[in-house]
């Protein structure tokens, strides 16, 4: 069975670009999470979607970000324009089901670096 | 506000050495607690959680994790680390009551000597 995967595994932008993120969870699972690292601090949550719903994005940290999961599968992660706090690593997780505790399984980072 | 604490940065130990890698969190209720490891261009693979019961909880790869809820803290310990467990180290939690969300410590980077 296929783990998570993200795409780009980098990326380099100028300030001011656009840069879209993807992430293609485990084929079932419903649930699928953003989180972000900044160099050196802890990983941060950005959002979760259950199917193609926004059930949680208290973490986004301003309306640069847009996040989407049409059809429910993968979703995207699109940052507009960037900045150069933005840089980091963005993490995708999925889980299959509802519920505080269940395992999310998460891809290997997409590391943006904002020049 | 909620927070796990990841005192050590990094940790180095010598292979064949005991590992003991600490974390503290702070939320109103006990949360579930986790580790996850993260080698090298790889994801975060998760090791072991504790979501009640026994307060020591096995994993995988031979680790252990004990909870001690008068210390508010959950070590993850190895008796015989190996080369390959040079890695990252998180502690992450969740609250018990539905908000899925996890919340990370920043990390400890283990380095293996040999």
């Known amino acids: 069975e296929a783990g998570v995967t993200q795409f780009p595994s980098h990326s380099v932008i100028e300030k001011g670009q656009t840069v879209t993120l993807r992430c293609d969870p485990i084929?079932?699972?419903?649930?699928l999470y953003w989180y972000r690292r900044v160099m050196g601090k802890e990983i941060k949550f950005l959002l979760h979607?259950?199917?193609?719903?926004?059930?949680?994005e208290s973490g986004m940290p301003n309306n640069r970000f847009l996040a989407e999961r049409t059809g429910g599968t993968y979703s995207t992660l699109k940052v507009q324009p960037a900045e150069l706090e933005d840089s980091g690593v963005y993490f995708c997780?999925?889980?299959?089901?509802?519920?505080?505790?269940?395992?999310?399984?998460f891809g290997p980072g997409t590391r943006l670096l904002v020049l | 506000a909620q927070s796990v604490t990841q005192p050590d940065i990094h940790i180095t130990v010598s292979e064949g050495a005991s590992l003991e890698l600490r974390c503290n969190y702070s939320y109103g209720a006990t949360p579930y607690l986790f580790w996850y490891v993260q080698s090298p261009g790889q994801g975060l693979q998760l090791l072991l959680k504790?979501?009640?019961?026994?307060?020591l909880v096995q994993g995988i790869k031979g680790f252990e994790a004990e909870f001690k809820r008068s210390q508010s803290s959950f070590n993850l310990r190895k008796p015989s680390v190996h080369w390959s467990d040079a890695a990252e180290y998180f502690c992450a939690a969740c609250s018990n009551f539905g908000n899925e969300k996890l919340t990370f410590g920043t990390g400890t980077r283990l380095t293996i000597i040999p």
């Open positions: 504790y979501f009640s019961g026994d307060t």
């Open positions: 979607f259950v199917k193609e719903s926004k059930q949680d």
């Open positions: 997780a999925s889980s299959q089901d509802l519920g505080a505790g269940e395992t999310q399984y």
């Open positions: 084929s079932g699972h419903d649930n």
